[in-house]
């Protein structure tokens, strides 16, 4: 079955701090990659998307992640975060089931002081 | 924009109790999922539904649990006889095909006291 590891749990950042977020997964073949962001009391939205072709994709708000096949890898990174970041990140994998469900990892709380 | 509602937002039930909760996917979507998420920890999947069938579940997806499209556009999650530990927010999700993004609703939270 598919696993998706996230190493940081909590995050503490001031503003303007450059952000990487850890994802790991243990599928080993072609595989779709999600991030999906919830803000205080709000619903998953999603972030970005890996389905294929360059391996560096931008999402919203900023947000890119790169795709590192050979380290089973898809870390989320921003450049210089905002305190409107605050919030949890889930690094998700569809299965290779019928209806491929989401995999989520354990989700990274963010945290942006000013 | 489209997007996925749920009713209610906030469902408070005695154990023991039936539970219905109502989803809306977007309209054009194929795949429908409920999954749910318990204070502090990981979204889980519950179960999911194509072709009017269902496709998925998982275990904790048992016989007290139920999923219905009625009428075309509603996607529903039945407990029959609710526990405590059913206290949760149980998110809905649909997707326009096997492997692609899922969008979610903003959620049900249910208590049970």
């Known amino acids: 079955a598919q696993s998706v590891s996230q190493h940081n749990h909590h995050v503490i950042l001031s503003e303007a701090a450059s952000l990487e977020l850890g994802c790991n997964y243990s599928?080993?073949?072609?595989?779709?990659l999600f991030w999906y962001v919830q803000y205080p009391g709000q619903h998953l939205q999603l972030l970005l998307k890996?389905?294929?072709?360059?391996?560096l994709v931008k999402g919203i708000k900023g947000f890119e992640a790169e795709f590192i096949k050979s380290k089973f890898s898809f870390n989320l990174r921003k450049p210089s975060v905002q305190w409107s970041d605050t919030a949890e990140y889930f690094c998700?994998?569809?299965?290779?089931?019928?209806?491929?469900?989401?995999?989520f990892g354990t989700g990274t709380r963010l945290q942006v002081t000013l | 924009e489209p997007e996925v509602t749920q009713t209610p937002s906030h469902q408070v039930t005695q154990m023991g109790q039936e539970v219905i909760l109502r989803c809306v996917p977007i309209?054009?979507?194929?795949?429908f999922y409920w999954y749910r998420q318990i204070l502090g920890q990981k979204v889980e999947f519950l179960v999911s539904?194509?072709?009017?069938?269902?496709?998925?579940k998982s275990e904790i997806f048992d016989d007290q649990f139920s999923v219905e499209r009625p009428d075309g556009s509603n996607f529903t999650l039945k407990i029959r006889s609710t526990k405590l530990e059913d206290s949760a927010m149980y998110f809905c999700?649909?997707?326009?095909?096997?492997?692609?993004?899922?969008?979610f609703g903003p959620g049900t939270r249910l208590t049970v006291t």
């Open positions: 999700a649909s997707s326009v095909a096997r492997g692609y993004e899922q969008y």
């Open positions: 599928y080993g073949g072609t595989v779709n």
């Open positions: 890996y389905f294929s072709g360059d391996p």
């Open positions: 998700a994998v569809p299965s290779t089931g019928t209806a491929s469900k989401l995999t």
């Open positions: 309209s054009n979507h194929l795949y």
């Open positions: 539904f194509y072709n009017n069938e269902i496709s998925e």
